[in-house]
């Protein structure tokens, strides 16, 4: 069974087989038994397939058991590599 996890900042690739990557995307989560909570900020993306971004979270560090990350606009296809990173020193 998985558990809660807290996430402070979510960093993204596009592709990396073809030139392809998203440019805007939101994020949502939940813990297990609860509703999906969506976070309303649009966080910038990728220019191009390889080089990572990092956004910070706005509203700090969230802890959730399941993540989903919703492409809004993109090169190509959707093309989304995504590593979500937690507090430093946790």
Known sequence: MFRDVTVES???????????????YMVAYRSDDSSW?????????NVDAET??????TNGPISGQYWRIYP?????????RVDLLGPQGV
Request: cysteine-free; hydrophobic content about 40%; glycine content about 10%.
């Open 72 to 80: 809004l606009a993109f090169v190509g296809q959707k093309g989304l």
């Open 52 to 57: 990572p971004v990092t956004n910070d979270l």
């Open 10 to 24: 979510i960093v993204t690739r596009g592709n990396g087989f073809n030139d392809e990557w998203t440019t805007l």
């Open 37 to 45: 909570t969506q976070d309303n900020t649009v966080y910038f993306a």
